[in-house]
Nanobody
Framework: QVQLVESGGGLVQAGGSLRLSCAAS????????MGWYRQAPGKQRELVAG???????NYADSVKGRFTISRDNALNTVYLQMNSLKPEDTAVYYC?????????????????WGQGTLVTVSS
């Protein structure tokens, strides 16, 4: 079983910064792509940023230049540094990962989600 546990959410004023962390644990063979998604009230979940196992990154246009995604493979952890936060960044942020696990001598790829962490940006 693989789990993702997020931390670092909270309340911040507009223009401030927060750093989210997401640690994967369990019977992990390897972690492929990792990403952060967010869902604001009444809106669909959207991709914020993603990072591959080779450290290639992609970002939503709305966060480019303000957010930075990174990962520490030794710790099975992905981070999201959020700067110059805006009220429209307010959402529940979810960590997502494509994880390979060894099951009955075969590698299987699972898509795993964290429980979410709330980020609130006040104006």
């Amino acid at each position: 079983q693989v789990q993702l546990v997020e931390s670092g959410g909270g309340l911040v004023q507009a223009g401030g910064s927060l750093r989210l962390s997401c640690a994967a644990s369990g019977s992990i063979f390897s972690i492929n792509r990792m990403g952060w998604y967010r869902q604001a009230p009444g809106k669909q979940r959207e991709l914020v940023a993603g990072i591959t196992s080779g450290d290639s990154t992609n970002y939503a246009d709305s966060v480019k230049g303000r957010f930075t995604i990174s990962r520490d493979n030794a710790l099975n952890t992905v981070y999201l540094q959020m700067n110059s936060l805006k009220p429209e960044d307010t959402a529940v942020y979810y960590c997502n990962a494509g994880v390979s696990v060894l099951h009955l001598r075969r590698l299987e790829t699972l898509e795993v989600w964290g429980q979410g962490t709330l980020v609130t940006v006040s104006s």
